[in-house]
């Protein structure tokens, strides 16, 4: 059963740093591109960034370009998202998501997601 | 705004048909597969449609997708009270800005 559990969420001030991580299970890990996808809350969901299997490959999105970094270490079937300089607007619940394969962005299993809360 | 356009919402009676649009341009859907998800009400979204019109293991065939052009479907027949949700469709975007886009949702009532 593929399970991903993400952690590293909660309270952080204004100019403040987190590091998520998602906990990857039941499948080949390093076979597939990984996505970080967030939901602010009552709105709608917002792509964040992706990585592919050999971290060959990353993208974000424009508007998180320069103050988040995605990784990963195949090793230990795990998934990061370094984010600095938080904003206000930053706050979302960050889900960890497996793409259909590595050669895709569409996320077919995601985990429950960690609420991350920028405020002072 | 989202550069995918998605109706705000939608409702149909139970047993009913609905359908939910998606626009976008040729720099996104126009060239790019699109899925849709599903998310209901405090929980993580799922994915229901993928490569513009097919189904994970699992997802029932009340559930079919389609692409014409720029623009996108979802439909749902056979509606339940259970399929009372949020949709998302997603693609990827080829331009300047490449990236994954997900419409701003559409909140679908089984009346």
């Known amino acids: 059963e593929v399970q991903l559990v993400e952690s590293g969420g909660g309270l952080v001030k204004p100019g403040g740093s987190l590091r998520l991580s998602c906990a990857a299970s039941g499948f080949s890990f390093s076979s597939y591109t990984m996505n970080w996808v967030r939901q602010a809350p009552g709105k709608g969901l917002q792509w964040v960034s992706s990585?592919?299997?050999?971290?060959?490959?990353?993208y974000y999105a424009d508007s998180l370009r320069g103050r988040v970094t995605i990784s990963r270490d195949n090793a230990k079937t795990s998934l990061y998202l370094q984010m600095n300089s938080l904003r206000a607007e930053d706050t979302a619940v960050y889900y960890c998501a497996r793409a259909l394969h590595d050669s895709s962005v569409t996320s077919d299993y995601w985990g429950q997601g960690t609420l991350v809360t920028v405020s002072s | 705004q989202s550069v995918l356009t998605q109706p705000p919402s939608v409702s149909a009676a139970p047993g009913q048909k609905v359908t939910i649009s998606c626009s976008g341009s040729?720099?996104?859907?126009?060239?790019?597969?699109v899925s849709w998800y599903q998310q209901l009400p405090g929980t993580a979204p799922k994915l229901l449609i993928y490569d513009n019109n097919k189904r994970p293991s699992g997802i029932p065939d009340r559930f079919s997708g389609s692409k014409s052009g720029t623009s996108a479907t979802l439909g749902i027949t056979g509606l339940q009270t259970g399929d009372e949700a949020d949709y998302y469709c997603g693609t990827w975007d080829s331009s300047l800005s490449a990236g994954v886009l997900f419409g701003g949702g559409t909140k679908l009532t089984v009346l």
């Open positions: 990585i592919d299997s050999t971290s060959s490959y990353m």
């Open positions: 040729s720099s996104n859907i126009g060239n790019n597969y």
